[in-house]
């Protein structure tokens, strides 16, 4: 809106164009950052849009990835590149311009870095994610002891959403956003494994079942035992004044995987699958205690956590970790902090090394089987196994963690273990001597 709050085109109209496409409420609110970026950066050019030039966006390209106080990655800005390459698309289309505001040099334009994209694949060892989980989200010393000085809360909350982050390998919209009946509720006895049906809350919106094992849930039960009924009491009030606004479900279909309730005065019935982060957010059950949310993970107030506030959660999370990073119990630390999606990557490292061993093993024991049938193959094939897992739309995705099953330093420190060494000599003495050796030859 303008200083009249007035809509500004055509910002406006594209926006309205995304809505009909039915993009994500979420996706949209980045995507109105990002070109709220770009205009400010137009206007203090004394341009726009509309009239906006080749040079305006090379000087904001390099703005945004070279001059600015934090300058944002290759990743980042390849998401707004893509974003506002989408933007003047639609402005020719439209006829609001004649042509793009930049030239095609093989296939490239000025919004594009020049470098070839491919996935950052971070993964944590068992040390890290121990350290992580345990000194980062749940407060305690490295040395598995009680940090007294710890005042953060919640931190069963935070263990069990990173161990079923790591254990499942969901996204995190897709684990932030489960639901009650989803997770912990139905005929699932105790010890039990479950399966989760993912479809409105998955990235693409692609369908899949994702195994959530025993141990994950225990840990997701203490948190549902020892912290969230008293969050969930002191919302009640809350959610009460707000009953208006919210589903409130009364039946709950395990046996089908529906819920239905009252939405905006009527009564509703969905696919608990089916159903998007925004409505979920929405959903609580009448209680002898009040409302409830019906979501797994909740804050103050009944609200189910949204991804700025796991953000938060989790820079917290690397604050205490950078602090005893000094002591001898803790691990390496990257330079950059953990993402929740470095646990995605971890899980699909470790699976697919699990299940090539086990291939492998199969292979040693019956040499004699031939080849496999397509069937076969595409059953027990790891790749394929992994991809369906992870939901990865195409192979070529998980092939890339193939470079990954095992560290390459390891083979090097393998390889040159008997060389490192001579009679006690170091690498480090090796070129001490042949520094003072060629110091010798020239002063000859």
């Known amino acids: 809106m303008d200083e009249q709050m007035r809509p500004v085109e055509p910002v406006s109209s594209w926006f309205r164009r995304l809505a ?39 000087a904001y390209r390099a703005a945004r990835t070279e001059l600015q106080d934090v300058p944002v990655d290759n990743e980042t800005w390849r998401r707004e590149a893509s974003v506002l390459n989408a933007l003047f698309t639609w402005l ?26 491919e996935m950052q694949i971070r993964h944590l060892s068992l040390e890290q994610y ?17 940090d007294h000085t710890f005042r953060g809360w919640a931190p069963h909350r935070h263990r069990a959403a990173v161990e079923l982050a790591l254990m499942t390998g969901m996204r995190k919209q897709e684990w932030s956003t489960l639901l ?12 039990d494994p479950v399966e989760v049906v993912l479809q409105a809350c998955a990235k693409y919106k692609k369908r899949r079942i994702v195994y959530v094992p025993p141990a994950a849930l225990e840990m997701v039960e203490t948190y549902l035992l020892l912290e969230r009924p008293e969050v969930a009491a002191k919302a009640a009030k809350t959610l009460a004044r707000r009953h208006k606004d919210l589903f409130v479900v009364t039946e709950v279909d395990h046996a089908h995987g529906r819920i239905s309730g009252i939405l905006e005065g009527k009564r509703r019935t ?21 409302l409830e949310p019906l979501a797994v993970f909740i804050g103050h107030g009944g609200r189910m956590l949204g991804p700025s506030s796991w953000d938060r959660i989790r820079e917290d999370a690397w604050r205490r970790m950078d602090e005893h990073s000094h002591t001898s119990a803790a691990p390496m630390l990257p330079k950059r902090p953990w993402r929740f999606h470095d646990l995605r990557h971890t899980f699909c490292l470790q699976l697919l090394k699990y299940l090539m061993r086990l291939v492998a093993d199969r292979e040693a024991a019956t040499p004699s089987l031939g080849l496999p049938t397509l069937s076969e193959h595409i059953a027990f094939n790891p790749l ?16 890339l963690y193939l470079r990954y099953l095992e560290d ?8 040159f273990a008997q060389w490192a060494e001579h009679d006690g000599a170091t690498y480090a003495e090796i070129a001490r001597q042949a520094f003072v050796r060629e110091g010798d030859d020239n002063a000859s």
């Open 20 to 58: 009909v496409e039915r993009r994500d409420p979420e996706t949209l609110r980045c995507y109105a950052y990002i070109v709220r970026r770009l205009c400010a950066f137009l206007a203090e050019r004394g341009s726009d849009l509309l009239s906006v030039t080749e040079a305006d966006l090379l």
């Open 92 to 117: 020719v289309e439209e006829g609001h311009l004649r042509r793009r505001p930049f030239r095609m040099h093989n296939q490239s334009n000025p919004l594009n870095l020049g470098i070839k994209h």
């Open 130 to 146: 121990l350290y992580f989980r345990d000194v980062g989200m749940g407060g305690q010393l490295p040395d598995g002891g009680v």
């Open 180 to 191: 009650l009946p989803e997770l912990t509720e139905g005929t699932r006895r105790p010890g």
């Open 270 to 290: 969905f696919a608990i699958a089916a159903m998007p982060p925004r409505l979920r957010r929405l959903a609580v059950r009448d209680t002898d205690g009040g």
């Open 384 to 399: 394929l196994v992994v991809q369906r897992r992870m939901g990865h739309s195409s192979p070529a995705t998980t092939y």
């Open 408 to 415: 390459p330093m390891n083979y090097v420190d393998a390889a």
